[in-house]
């Protein structure tokens, strides 16, 4: 918060009784006023907005008058607007979440249990790891929430589309049902990617399997206007979605893109195979030209248009394809690491200029703008990193203390904002902020400026482990957070107590 001074003009005139003062204007009221002996000094505003009281008469013969009260701060950063617990008896946990134009929150998860959000409907898991939709309004209220079977599926990928409708991707290990499809892996496969949508109101309308054979992997989500969508992922063997088999590379895991139109219905797909191993952990998509971005980790050599990618250890890969052909001969590919080091690329965001904002983790050092390396504190620390929309590195930064600290999710909200969430089993900086841990791992909101340096960082922990997995921002600037917890977590509002594992979703101000 600034701190300012309070400043006025005072005019004393002598007489026979002795000096009179009085205020003649006051030049700024932002905090706190300075009186004189004959003018008392007012007493600052709060931060949530609550203007300070005037100050004490003077105590001449004549008494000064009091001063000025001071004016309200502003709201106090990431403060509590609301926040709802999910869950009963059993497991939920690695939720993932968007914010649509109308501030509606929909969210998506693995759930094991009975799950109450105050809906009509109250899904509940017949497996361990079932799949949960939920739409809330944008005070946090149940819109709806629908349960699908899937046998061991991995952490689902939302996004809100343009119109309210919803998208999923994800990846199951044993079947997925999708009423009226029910998918299931072929004979040698050990998993398959899935990619559906539902309404507004929550009709589940069109689903598609992605895999056939081997392992196909679901990476990322990528929106673009008027309903269209790209999934983005990994496979290892024979794929063909109806435009012809994926190139199958001799590193043994590739990447791909997929695209589907308005209706949910197949555009095209491409596969970019290598002499490298592969994986895709995030994709956004520019609002400048439609470009899809793709941030994954690979070994090996890896081919992406002209330019091949040379690892020198398992290194981070962030490539551009063009949004209609899924070709990366017209965009570009940058490679970071750093040999004997340890780096996981995690997510990826743009902000409205076409900037690539993407975050991870590593040990014990990692350089992205050249000369500019970045060393870790203890154990594990996190990376922000800023690309223009061509690739070329603008700055990053890296955050740690004693212990392991790991962003699993990024956001750029309207104003070039960047807002960073994870865990934390330790204590650690934000600027001259101290982020603090109540034992095991807390949940963490850190946000820069759009240069990179810290605005602010909070953690949410108590008893337990609580894990932030998903972040969103609305158009008021507004913070959407997202993910699970065991004993109680609070973010300023009613303290939320889970039952076993749980999800939790919370509202913070910018």
């Known amino acids: 918060m600034r701190a300012a001074v309070l400043r006025f003009l005072v005019l004393c005139t002598a007489g026979t009784a002795g000096a009179t003062c009085s205020i003649l204007a006051g030049l ?5 006023g300075t009186g004189t002996p004959d003018a008392g000094a007012g007493a600052g505003g709060t931060a949530t907005g609550t203007g300070g009281s005037g100050g004490a008469g003077g105590s001449g013969a004549s008494g000064g008058a009091g001063g000025l009260g001071g004016s309200g701060g502003g709201p106090v950063a990431g403060q509590h607007i609301w ?33 109450d959000l105050g809906c009509a409907e109250q899904p509940a898991a017949t497996t361990t790891s079932d799949l949960l939709v939920a739409k809330l309004g944008p005070g946090g209220t149940c819109a709806w929430a629908h349960g699908y079977v899937g046998e061991q599926i991995r952490a689902p990928v939302v996004a809100a589309l343009s119109s309210g409708s919803i998208a999923v991707t994800g990846t199951f290990t044993g079947t ?21 949508r539902w309404s507004s109101a929550g009709a589940l309308g069109s689903s598609h399997e992605i895999g056939f054979n081997g392992a196909t992997s679901a990476g990322g989500l990528a929106p673009a206007a008027g309903e269209s969508l790209t999934v983005v992922g990994d496979y290892n063997s024979y794929v063909d979605l109806g435009d012809g088999p994926w190139p199958v590379g001799v590193g043994g895991t590739d990447v791909f893109l997929a695209s589907y139109g ?21 994709a956004a998509r520019s609002p400048v030209d439609g470009s899809i971005f793709m941030v994954g980790s690979f070994n090996g050599t890896a081919g992406f248009g002209a330019t091949p990618l040379v690892a020198q250890a ?3 890969f962030v490539a551009s394809f063009d949004a209609t052909s899924l070709s990366a001969a017209t965009g570009w590919a940058v490679r970071f690491g750093t040999p004997g080091s340890e780096v996981a690329p ?13 975050v991870g983790t590593f040990v014990p050092a990692l350089e992205i703008v050249p ?31 004693a212990g392991n600290d790991r962003a699993s999710d990024v956001a750029v909200d309207g104003a070039g904002d960047i807002v960073v969430v994870g865990h934390s089993d330790g204590a650690f900086m934000v600027g001259a902020e101290q982020v603090a841990n109540a034992g095991g791992d807390d949940a963490f909101v850190v946000k820069l400026n759009p240069g990179g340096a810290p605005r602010w960082g909070r953690s949410f922990g108590s008893s ?23 004993g109680g977590i609070d973010f300023g509002g009613t303290p939320l107590s889970a039952s076993d594992t749980d999800l939790f979703v919370a509202k913070l101000g910018p």
Do not use: C, E
């Open 28 to 32: 700024d009221d932002y905090t706190v």
């Open 83 to 115: 926040s709802a617990k999910i869950g009963a008896l059993g497991v939920q946990s690695d939720p993932s979440l968007d914010v649509d134009d109308a501030g509606n929150v929909v969210l998506a998860a693995r759930f094991g249990g009975t799950v």
């Open 176 to 196: 997925m049902s999708l009423p009226p499809d029910t998918y299931g892996l072929d004979a040698g496969a050990t998993s398959a990617a899935y990619v559906a």
């Open 262 to 282: 308005p209706s949910g219905a197949f555009v095209k797909s491409a596969g970019h195979a290598a002499d490298a191993l592969q994986f895709t952990t995030g």
């Open 314 to 316: 398992a290194d981070i």
């Open 346 to 358: 995690t997510a990826v965001a743009s902000d409205t200029q076409g900037n690539v904002v993407f």
């Open 371 to 401: 000369g500019d390396p970045m060393s870790a504190t203890g154990g594990v620390d996190f990376y922000v990193a800023k690309l223009s929309p061509t690739g070329t590195p603008l700055w990053s930064k890296s955050f740690g203390g």
């Open 464 to 486: 337990g482990d609580q894990r932030a997995t998903a972040v969103a921002v609305d158009a008021s600037r507004n913070i959407l957070v997202a993910g699970d917890f065991t």
